[in-house]
């Protein structure tokens, strides 16, 4: 579904990879992890069109994508949610859903636009029946669970195809971690394609077929998302932690 091959790409004139590889397929989900630094946001972004592709190419579902911008990246089914959840807190909760449909808006003729944006909310508010509950509170008063429930919401209201994930669990606790996997086990049953960047490697692992270790922009660890979970717990109890 999404493929990268040789990808290389950095900041200004800094490289962070220089030859990054890898396949996702049609629903399933890969799993990257990593400490501070790795690169593991920069390779969401590269994948996102917000960072260029320096050397490399990148697909979708057979399409070669490499030289689209972040807006078309949309367009063609690649939608990131991004870390720190980004909820606008002095818009309702309906409000931000609804900025989240902004390539229904420039797909559709005007007639075909608010049904479709209504068929998105709909799938939305049956998937986290809170936020239609919600739905008319403003997105600040939801819990830090509910928020990225919110931003999970958003990213489907522009019915990606790949859906990245940039740290879903952060300051979540365990039990509200548990629901939002459950929610992306789900997506990922549907068909969506996922890939999921945690800096702690423990729940997403669980979650993910593939998987992928960064270490300074360095690819560590890469495969069956099991196999790589037992090497870092391997790898842990050798060194005492810090693995990943
Ligand atoms: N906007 C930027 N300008 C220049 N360098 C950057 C920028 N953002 C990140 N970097 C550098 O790129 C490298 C990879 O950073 P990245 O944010 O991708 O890591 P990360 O794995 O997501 O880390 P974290 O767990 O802290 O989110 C780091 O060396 C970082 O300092
Ligand atoms: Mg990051």
Known sequence: ???????????????????????????????????????KTTLLLLMAGMLPL?????????????????????????????EGRRIFSTLTVEEN???????IRRSLHRSGV??????????????????????????GALSGGQQQMLAIGRALMSRPAVLLLDEPSLGLAPLIVDEVYAHLEELKRSGLTIVVVEEAASRVMSFADTALVLRNGRVILQGDAKEVSEHLDLAKAYVGGGAG
């Open 114 to 139: 608010r049904r479709a944006i209504n068929d998105g909310l709909e799938q939305v508010y049956s998937m986290f029946p809170i936020l239609r509950e919600r739905r008319h509170g403003s997105g």
């Open 97 to 103: 859903l609804q900025l989240g449909a902004t390539t």
């Open 1 to 39: 579904m999404i493929e990268l091959r040789g990808a290389a790409t950095g900041y200004g004139a800094i490289p962070v990879f220089e030859n990054m590889s890898f396949a996702v397929g049609k629903g399933s989900a890969m799993a990257i992890a990593g400490p501070n630094g790795a690169g």
């Open 54 to 82: 320096w050397r490399g190419a990148m697909h979708v579902a057979g399409n070669d994508v490499s030289a689209l911008g972040a807006e078309e990246r949309i367009g063609v089914g690649v939608v990131l949610c991004p």
